[in-house]
């Protein structure tokens, strides 16, 4: 959420490692669970100043330094393709990166340099497993089709993918990583 701070983290990156070939805007952070027409306003600046500003720093800065033919894939979320009760603030700053994502994937599309999304449902991190979170984990255990949440290896295998010259005409996309949640809900749940 502040931008000096990813400015100095590219500069450090650059100055180490040289030219980036992939970044990953990967920070998030979900403030405000309740009801929308009782969120503060300060929850949606808190969850746009990490989830959203953080991927336009990111991009803001990395890409001046990236190498010709690089991938970003930015983090947003299956909130960010549909909504979800509760989390108003969360959902509206994932709808922006994807946003973002399409937008970013235009503008550098003559430097070579891809940009998607992927949108994982909960993932098995200390952030999905909060007290406040328990309610989102119970529905998604019922709701998605594999009948559980992703483990951070299924997430990372992902970005791998859309990283990799395999994936060089892939551009612009917000790729569900959800086990079929945004295909629909578990016959259960019906």
């Known amino acids: 959420s502040n931008e000096d701070s990813v400015k100095e983290l590219i500069a450090q990156s650059v100055a180490h490692f040289g030219k ?16 929308m027409m009782e969120t503060d306003t300060a929850d949606f600046d808190k969850n746009f100043n990490i989830n959203t500003k953080g991927v336009v720093y990111g991009i803001k800065y990395a890409v001046p330094q990236m ?14 393709l549909q909504g ?13 990166v994807i946003g973002i994502t399409r937008t970013a994937a235009v503008e550098l599309g003559e430097k070579k340099i891809r940009v998607n999304a992927i ?3 909960s993932v098995n991190t200390p ?6 979170g328990q309610p989102q984990l119970r529905m998604e255990h019922k709701a998605v089709p594999l009948k559980r949440i992703a483990e951070p290896e299924e997430i990372a295998a992902t970005i791998h993918f859309l ?4 994936c060089g005409f892939i551009n612009g996309q917000a790729l569900a ?7 629909g ?6």
């Open 20 to 35: 980036f070939d992939v970044l990953v805007n990967n920070a998030g952070a979900n403030f405000g669970y309740g009801e």
């Open 67 to 80: 190498n010709e033919g690089g991938s970003i894939v930015n983090v947003s979320s299956a909130a960010g």
């Open 84 to 96: 979800v009760a509760y989390l108003a603030p969360y959902v509206a700053s994932k709808w922006a």
């Open 119 to 121: 949108c994982p449902t």
């Open 127 to 132: 952030m999905a497993n909060t007290p406040e």
């Open 163 to 166: 990283s990799s010259n395999d």
């Open 177 to 183: 990583v959800d086990g079929g949640f945004t295909a």
């Open 185 to 190: 809900m578990s016959i259960d749940s019906y």
